[in-house]
Every structure is written in C-alpha cells, then in structure tokens.
C-alpha cells in the first residue's frame, strides 16, 4: 500500500517515516556489539601489499557499495585466550 508504481522500493535499507524497520534498533544494537567484538579480539591487516581501493562502486541509489576486499584477522595478544577457541 506504500509502493508508488515505478518507483524503487529497495532505495532505502531500512525505509523512513511511516516505513521504517522495526527491527532496526535491533539491527544498529547487533552490529555495533559484533564489531566491537571482533575489533576487541583482532587486528584487521590487508591480505596483500595494496591497500583497498576506496572509491564506491557506481551506484543508483543512495547506499554506497564497496569493492569487494579481503582482510587478515591477526588475533591480539597471542599468548592470551582467544574468545573463538574452547578452554
């Protein structure tokens, strides 16, 4: 009933005003704690000598896409516990 014929439905992640996600407090709230997590427990290296590009893919909408890239997760504190491993 919101959908206006030939418009783009997929312009917003999680739309605004009257159709906004309901689940996105739950969604920020998730993301923020895994990646606190993950930042917490490793350092993020390239996986080669280059660094990623930054320059968005080209776009038709208003969310910005990345290239695709590959990172390696060196954890931290070598001698320590890592929070992925079973004492």
Do not use: Y
């Given at each position: 009933?919101?959908?206006?014929?030939?418009?783009?439905?997929?312009a917003l992640?999680?739309?605004c005003g009257?159709?906004?996600?309901?689940?996105?407090?739950?969604?920020?709230?998730?993301?923020?704690?895994?990646?606190?997590?993950?930042?917490?427990?490793?350092?993020?290296?390239?996986?080669?000598?280059?660094?990623?590009?930054?320059?968005?893919?080209?776009?038709?909408?208003?969310?910005?896409?990345?290239?695709?890239?590959?990172?390696?997760?060196?954890?931290?504190?070598?001698?320590?516990?890592?929070?992925?491993?079973?004492q």
């Amino acid at each position: 009933r919101f959908l206006e014929p030939g418009k783009n439905s997929r312009a917003l992640a999680f739309g605004c005003g009257a159709r906004v996600c309901l689940g996105k407090p739950l969604a920020r709230l998730d993301l923020f704690v895994v990646l606190t997590r993950l930042l917490q427990a490793f350092t993020l290296l390239p996986s080669g000598d280059a660094l990623p590009s930054l320059q968005p893919l080209p776009h038709c909408s208003v969310i910005l896409k990345m290239q695709p890239f590959q990172v390696r997760l060196q954890p931290r504190g070598m001698g320590a516990h890592s929070p992925g491993q079973n004492q």
